[in-house]
């Protein structure tokens, strides 16, 4: 069965702090690795991964996958309180647009 | 360019009603997936459809069904409501069945009573 496991589950860090969220995954036949931000209901999409060591940038953010262990790191620098959320990891994989998510790490920025 | 809209938002249902929940995709996009997510979980993978065919379907009873649309919008039917069933139903849009972006919308919380 396909899974997906995030760490830490939740976080709590000041302004100004570096995060890491990790997600590893066991998906059937993997073709890609998404994160998203939900904040109260839609997740919003941030990053779509398919190749190994290739980082993926947009401001603060910034994500890699790595296919031979079987996991993506999210980072964020100099965080925000507007950057509490919880962050969720899905991967796609088998022939159709399923993904599979993981639990979510729930980020907690304080002032 | 509007993204991804569902309806209704909020929604109370009894125990042994029926439920439709509705979604329309981004412009373009021809593919629709839903999701089931429950208070500290992760969303749960429902149903997906690409050019109104049934693609996949995750680990739901059979009171669970859905429908495409020529126009790509989507239906989610849930027969014989079970207090259980109440979560967020979120529905997902992409441009292709596979490997491409899934934008979701915000959501219909539904609760059973």
């Known amino acids: 069965e396909d899974k997906v496991v995030q760490s830490p589950l939740s976080l709590v860090v000041h302004e100004g702090d570096t995060v890491t969220l990790n997600c590893s995954y066991e998906v059937t036949n993997f073709r890609s690795l998404l994160w998203y931000k939900q904040e109260k209901k839609a997740p919003t999409f941030l990053f779509m991964l398919?190749?190994?060591?290739i980082e993926k940038k947009s401001g603060r953010l910034s994500s890699i996958l790595d296919k031979k262990e079987l996991f993506s790191i999210l980072n964020i620098t100099a965080t925000q309180t507007g950057d509490s959320a919880i962050y969720l990891c899905?991967?796609?994989?088998?022939?159709?647009?399923?993904?599979?998510f993981g639990q979510g790490t729930i980020l907690t920025v304080h002032p | 360019d509007a993204g991804v809209t569902q309806s209704p938002t909020h929604l109370i249902k009894t125990r042994g009603q029926h439920v439709t929940l509705r979604c329309s995709p981004i412009?373009?996009?021809?593919?629709v997936s839903w999701y089931q997510q429950v208070l500290g979980q992760g969303p749960q993978f429902i149903f997906q459809y690409y050019e109104k065919e049934e693609r996949g379907r995750g680990n739901f009873p059979d009171r669970f069904s859905a429908r495409q649309f020529p126009n790509y919008s989507s239906e989610l039917n849930v027969n014989a409501l079970l207090l259980g069933d109440s979560a967020l139903y979120l529905c997902?849009?992409?441009?292709?069945?596979?490997?491409?972006?899934?934008?979701f919308g915000q959501g219909t919380r539904l609760t059973v009573v």
């Open positions: 398919t190749s190994s060591g």
């Open positions: 997902a849009s992409s441009l292709a069945g596979v490997n491409t972006e899934a934008f």
């Open positions: 899905a991967a796609g994989g088998t022939s159709y647009g399923k993904l599979t």
């Open positions: 412009s373009g996009h021809k593919s």
